[in-house]
């Protein structure tokens, strides 16, 4: 009977793996296609149906190395501000005794379940306010800000773990609290920045909502916003849309490769401690 069971919950597993690898199997072949070859052929692929034009053409349309610098810039500096910002802040929560923190670390976390698309209207205002509409400042300000919850839920759950007695003995050695943070606690941090840099990463690389909101999609495109442009209301370019995708999604793939040993490590830490 045991068996039998294990060889169900195989097949079972194997057919949902399936499942789940045929869109991304569909679209890969179809930047291959033609939009006709899609349509009419949609999950087959030949050397007659081979092509790479809609790689050259979506390079031009969506001005790729623009958008890829753009969101280059908003990503990589978002995520500069959670990890220095979710740190300290994780550090202060986790290493120092008192309510005030732990009445914070709970407006923290419960401000994970807020939906996003209730909070847009009042960020866009603020960042109107703050003169940064249609600047990728601003971006940058509402990625970090709406990321910092979820890091600093991952580095309290950690820093919580690490033993005190470390600590400790740095005190008696004449390190300052500052120096406790840079030379002991950061150094330890690398799973759980690996995971809030893919977690949040893959978020902000693939942001649209905020992007698109914010900035003029013409002066200032960024990659998701470029790739929308693909689909219209009477007819959508499927195949130039799906090589846009694919090479949207390299940077991430190869960060996710470099990142990947770290990344189960740091969530279960971060998760696991709290």
């Known amino acids: 009977m045991k068996q039998l069971t294990k060889i169900v919950s195989s097949v079972v597993l194997f057919a949902f793996t399936v499942l789940m690898w045929v869109p991304i199997y569909y679209f890969v072949i179809g930047a291959f296609k033609k939009r006709t070859d899609i349509v009419k052929h949609p999950l087959v692929i030949n050397l007659k149906m081979f092509t790479t034009e809609n790689f050259s053409y979506t390079i031009k349309k969506m001005k790729l190395f623009s958008a890829l ?3 280059a810039f908003i990503t990589i500096l978002a995520l500069v501000l959670i990890i220095i910002a979710g740190s300290l802040a994780g550090f202060a929560i986790a290493r120092i005794k008192g309510k005030l923190f732990n009445i914070y670390y709970g407006a923290v976390v419960s401000l994970m379940v807020i939906p996003f698309i ?11 306010d703050l ?7 601003g971006c ?12 600093i839920f991952l580095f309290t759950g950690f820093m919580r ?14 390190c300052s609290t500052v120096g406790i943070y840079w030379r002991m606690f950061l150094p330890l941090l690398k799973p759980v920045i690996a995971t809030c840099c893919i977690r949040s990463g893959i978020g902000i690389w693939n942001d649209y909502l905020v992007t698109n909101t914010l900035l003029n999609s013409v002066k200032m495109p ?5 790739i929308y442009q693909f689909f219209g209301q009477y ?3 499927y195949g130039y849309a799906f090589a846009g995708i694919i090479m949207a999604s390299l940077p ?7 990142l990947q040993k770290y990344f189960i490590k740091g969530l279960t830490a971060g998760a696991g401690r709290g």
């Open 69 to 71: 610098g753009n969101t």
């Open 118 to 128: 209730g909070a847009l209207i009042p960020l866009i205002s603020l960042i109107k």
């Open 131 to 137: 003169g940064l509409y249609n600047n990728l400042w």
């Open 140 to 151: 940058v300000l509402i990625q970090a800000a709406w990321n910092l919850p979820f890091a």
């Open 161 to 174: 773990g690490i033993p005190k007695e470390l600590e400790e003995a740095a005190y008696i050695d004449g």
């Open 222 to 226: 960024t990659l998701m916003v470029a």
């Open 235 to 237: 007819v959508s370019e």
């Open 252 to 258: 991430v793939i190869v960060a996710f490769i470099f």
